[in-house]
């Protein structure tokens, strides 16, 4: 067998860089292709998104509309009217077309919600609101039930002194009874942060208040979820006296829209020379009188004092002081899908006449 000459081996070596360089560009080529596809399905993705925005934001515009017809009514707000009918609402967005996605709307009271804001006076923001902090006592009977166990004795009454500490200021940074929380007990967690002694903006900043996480916040008790059920609305303009000055602030008056309010919320109104079982019954009672129909027609205006005079709905104690029968502020949340993409908008509304204020803005999705 004869030797292999240098010419040879030189061959070899040059085919072996031949072969490794190949094997690079096509590595190169490969890698290169690979980041254009995903690009290019980021860009249709990105280019899909914001379509479906554009649709979700015309869902917003939809809800304005309908609210703004009821508003040229006048009178009460219930769950009777049209906004509140999610059934009309599809027939009227099914008639239209989109440039992309499907829609789906949803308009709520946010006045018949506890408003959290209230649990103080204002506008010196000092002491709690009595009534308010009576309706927190029973709605916990509701959306956060203490079990038997010694750990959960004084919880509910631990959460409202820690909500009281939140929103009130210019007391000198006092804890509320035992329980309470201020800047000595958030400054030394492990990720500290200052106590917020002032109102609420946003129902998620609940979770950062001693007592309440987001667990709390969207667990789901008796059918309905803890968050969806509260609000941080409800804002009206005072005129209070200043060094003999008027000035203009604010106040939470917390009045609850007894004509949109759930069955946990209508529960909390009443006192509890009520028990439990007949609070209970009377809520049931008074959400069926609102939505009980004939073929097409409901079968009762919610119109005077129907909440004292619905069948099953008497002696139920209901202060006057604590309710409303219209509003104002309305949550409208509208949702566009397509292709497995999903693009929501949060809109929350004043209605002011003719025109609309946005108070929040929040989208979700891609």
Known sequence: MGSRGPLSNENGVVLLATLSMMLALFVL?????RHARQELVAASHAS?????????????HIGMAFLSADG??????????????????KEF???MSFDRGQLDLSIADELGKVQVNALVTYPEAKDFNNDQKKLWDRFFEVVNKSDETLDSLGENVAIINAMKDWLDDGDGDETTGLSGAEDDHYLNLEIPYPCG??????????????????AMLNREEAGYRLKD????????????????????????????????AELPVLF??????????EREMVATAMVEYRVDKGEEEFSHALDGEWYNT????ENNGIKKAMIRTDSNVFAITATAVDDGIRVGVRAVVRRDGDSFIVLSWQETGA
């Open 48 to 60: 899909t998104a914001s379509e479906l925005r554009a649709t979700a934001v015309s869902g917003v």
């Open 197 to 214: 002694n002032g109102p609420l903006r946003h129902i998620d900043e609940m979770a950062r208040i001693k007592g309440i996480d987001e």
């Open 310 to 313: 619905c069948p099953g709905c």
């Open 29 to 33: 080529v490969f890698e290169t292709s």
């Open 72 to 89: 040229k009514k006048g009178g009460t707000d219930t769950v009777q009217e049209d906004w509140a009918d999610e059934e009309k609402l």
């Open 268 to 277: 909390a109104l009443m006192p509890k020379t009520l028990s439990p079982m």
């Open 229 to 260: 059920l509260l609000t941080v609305h409800g804002e009206e303009p005072a005129n209070v006296k200043d060094d003999g000055d008027t000035v203009r602030r604010f106040t939470f008056p917390g009045r609850i829209n007894i004509n949109t």
């Open 93 to 95: 967005i099914s008639a």
